[in-house]
């Protein structure tokens, strides 16, 4: 069973940057779609970017294009996702999510990793 731990959330000023880690133990995320979501008070969660690590294709939400950026790092079993130029509007908990290629629902979830940006 895959487990996903977040890490690099912290407080920063508008137009910062911070990189997040989602890192996985339990297995390979060969064959995983890997996403980002965010949820900040009073609000739904919200999808940030997905990325399919079998293909290595990605989608990322609007509101977050050209200033986020996901990666990976095989070895260490690793994802990561460079934020950029942020926003106030940015802060919210972030979790990292897996799901199996070819299934629709997430079903490994991280604990979470807050970012906060002050203007």
């Known amino acids: 069973q895959v487990q996903l731990v977040e890490s690099g959330g912290g407080l920063v000023q508008a137009g910062g940057s911070l990189r997040l880690s989602c890192a996985a133990s339990?297995?390979?995320?060969?064959?995983?779609?890997i996403g980002w979501f965010r949820q900040a008070p009073g609000k739904e969660r919200e999808f940030v970017v997905t990325?399919?690590?079998?293909?290595?294709?990605?989608r990322y939400a609007e509101s977050v294009k050209g200033r986020f950026t996901i990666s990976r790092d095989n070895a260490k079993n690793t994802v990561y996702l460079q934020m950029n130029s942020l926003k106030p509007e940015d802060t919210a908990i972030y979790y990292c999510?897996?799901?199996?290629?070819?299934?629709?629902?997430?079903?490994?979830w991280g604990q979470g990793t807050q970012v906060t940006v002050s203007s």
């Open positions: 990325f399919n690590w079998s293909i290595a294709s990605t």
């Open positions: 339990g297995g390979s995320l060969s064959g995983y779609v």
């Open positions: 999510a897996a799901r199996r290629i070819g299934i629709s629902e997430y079903n490994y």
